[in-house]
């Protein structure tokens, strides 16, 4: 399974060899953009764009609704694997049920 996440493009970096500098939850780094510059949109129209950022290229552009609705998604998902991981360290299965809350169905009354 491939991933792409979003991006913003920060700056151009080098237009002649289409690199930019894209800002990706914080994180800043140099990516291609050949993929999603063409005639009609030289690089230097990029700057602001937001992009679908996969092994240091600019797959494609997207707007920024679906870059924010994107990134909460990616943010949930790092959450419940936290949560996942957290599960694990304490052996990988649930605690056993306690033993003095226990009840085989008969009535204490």
């Given at each position: ?29 140099i990516i291609n953009i050949a993929f999603i510059v063409d005639d009609e949109r030289p690089p230097s129209a990029c700057v602001g764009d937001w ?59």
């Open positions: 399974m491939c991933l792409g996440i979003p991006g913003q493009i920060v700056e151009i970096s080098d237009a002649d060899n289409n690199l930019a500098l894209v800002d990706v939850g914080g994180v800043q780094r992009v679908l950022v996969h092994v240091g290229f600019a797959m494609s552009r997207l707007d920024e609704a679906e870059a924010m609705r994107t990134l909460s998604l990616l943010r949930e998902l790092g959450e419940a694997q936290a949560e996942m991981a957290a599960m694990m360290e304490g052996g990988g299965e649930p605690p056993p049920p306690d033993a003095s809350n226990h009840h085989d169905g008969a009535r204490n009354d």
